[in-house]
């Protein structure tokens, strides 16, 4: 009885020994630039922060006072940290608390011990807080009524400052300045916080601003007003001589510093030191596995079969010719062949 023999087709594939070491290349190459692009990840989120992710801005601003250029060195009190300015509100039975968190020179933390509806959403600068106490009711926990994001760097919204002179003298005989910081919004309404910088040489440092608005950003229309006086307020080199009693000051824009104190929040991204050398022990583990894989390889022979172990050799003897059972193929003269097996 005649063996079956499988179809060419269906045969023992060899490859090249060059095809299947140019796949292995590729192979090891992805698997590389995978690793790499996960370590600069990993790095990056290591990595110093950026000037987005800050909320420094510039603290020295410029204004023009009947020709005479005025320069306001507002960093000691940006600078110096948070701020919380509060006033309660006599509303019986209860009593309101409004409070204004202040973080001009970074971010306001985000508490994770309180939900997300009772505190401003991440990137806030100014964020106000009114709640309501029952002080009959001391086992009764107080209700939170607005949590107003008022100033800061928002998903759809940015940070925007803006700072002029202001129309009227205050009680010093003096010009304030008016700086007013922008980003949030509560309600559909834009809310701004106004600060009012009014010098004072005699004023005790440090000093905090004071709340001059009702603390209702539907009835304020989003104006948040505070006024902040200190003696870091007046001009350097102070006031020009013979200043009028009104002035109409031109609306100017923080001036940016010249020589920035160093600090994070100046930062620009950048991969740090380890992660760069990370990177470069890798690539020498792989650059010589890699040597040692090619070296090791052309050392074999120059093709390899897959099925090596699939076959196995059929000796075909030679049949009568006068007998019905012998083929009388193209190929039956042939006394000897290989054939695969299943």
């Known amino acids: 009885m005649k063996r079956y023999t499988r179809p060419k087709s269906e045969r023992a594939v060899q490859i090249p020994f060059y095809v299947e070491d140019r796949m292995f290349v590729k192979r090891r190459a992805s698997k590389v630039i995978l690793a790499v692009t996960t370590l600069l990840q990993i ?3 290591f990595s110093l922060p950026t000037a987005t992710d800050s909320a420094h801005f510039g603290c020295v601003f410029t204004a023009s006072l009947d020709g005479h250029d005025l320069k306001y060195d507002l960093c000691p ?3 110096r940290g948070k701020y919380r300015v509060s006033r309660d509100v006599e509303t019986p039975p209860s009593i309101t608390r409004i409070y204004y968190d202040i973080s001009l020179n970074d971010y306001i933390a985000w508490d994770g011990t309180l939900p997300a509806r009772d505190q401003c959403e991440q990137g806030t600068n100014v964020c106000m807080t009114v709640i309501s106490e029952r002080p009959d009711h001391r086992l009764e926990p107080p209700r939170t009524i607005y949590v107003v994001p008022v100033a800061g760097n ?4 940015q940070l925007n400052v803006t700072s002029k002179l202001a129309q009227k003298m205050d009680s010093t005989g003096h010009v304030p300045l008016k700086v007013t910081l922008s980003g949030g919004i509560y309600m559909g309404i834009p809310q701004k916080a106004i600060f009012t910088f009014m010098c004072d040489p005699s004023a005790v440092e440090p000093s905090e601003p004071a709340l001059l608005s009702h603390g209702d950003p539907l009835e304020d ?6 006024a902040w006086r200190s003696k870091h307020a007046c001009p350097l080199g102070g006031y020009p001589e013979n200043q009028p009693d009104k002035t109409t000051p031109k609306p100017t824009a923080p001036m940016p510093e010249q020589n920035p104190l160093p600090d994070s929040q100046r930062a620009t991204r950048m991969v740090g030191p380890g992660t760069i050398i990370i990177i470069l022990i890798l690539g020498v583990i792989v650059f010589g596995n890699l040597k040692r894989r090619w070296a090791s390889r052309h050392n074999t022979t120059r093709y390899r079969s897959f099925s090596l172990s699939r076959v196995s050799s059929t000796v ?4 009568d010719p006068r007998s019905p059972l012998t083929p009388h193929t193209p190929d039956a003269h042939h006394n000897r062949k290989y054939t695969t097996v299943d």
């Open 316 to 319: 075909h003897h030679d049949a």
């Open 221 to 226: 229309q989003g104006n948040h007003k505070l």
């Open 43 to 45: 790095g990056s989120s």
């Open 77 to 79: 009190l940006i600078r």
């Open 154 to 157: 928002f998903p759809k919204r």
